[in-house]
């Protein structure tokens, strides 16, 4: 079972990147899914998340109006859409499948993470 995280790279204040996270060896379509990221020196923090259903969907209020989350079930994959990048949004990304079918801001609630894909905005 596995969850790859990639998309990440270096780009300008104001640019753009989207993340995908794709799942492989089980399907995570009953599950929640939220993408967590950590700065140098800093813990790790819930950026966005999506209920399996993809009715429900919650931002951190740092990232609320530039960051969007969706998902893809019937391709087991999981998006995050960055606009308006600024340099406090450098950090390694994650992925992360929830142990139900919601979300949560609780990283330990998560029983599945990919590797992490670095996000670098220069400004």
């Known amino acids: 079972v596995q969850l790859q995280a990639f998309g990440g790279g270096l780009v300008q204040t104001g640019g753009s990147l989207r993340l995908s996270c794709a799942a492989s060896?089980?399907?995570?379509?009953?599950?929640?899914m939220a993408w967590f990221r950590q700065a140098p020196g800093k813990e790790r923090e819930f950026v966005a998340g999506?209920?399996?259903?993809?009715?429900?969907?919650e931002y951190a209020d740092s990232v609320k109006g530039r960051f969007t989350i969706s998902r893809d079930n019937a391709k087991n994959t999981v998006y995050l859409q960055m606009n308006s990048l600024k340099p406090e949004d450098t950090a390694v990304y994650y992925c992360a499948a929830h142990r139900s079918g919601s979300y949560s801001y609780d990283a330990l609630e998560y029983d599945y993470w990919g590797q992490g894909t670095q996000v670098t905005v220069s400004s």
């Open positions: 060896g089980r399907t995570f379509s009953s599950n929640g």
């Open positions: 999506i209920s399996w259903s993809v009715i429900r969907t």
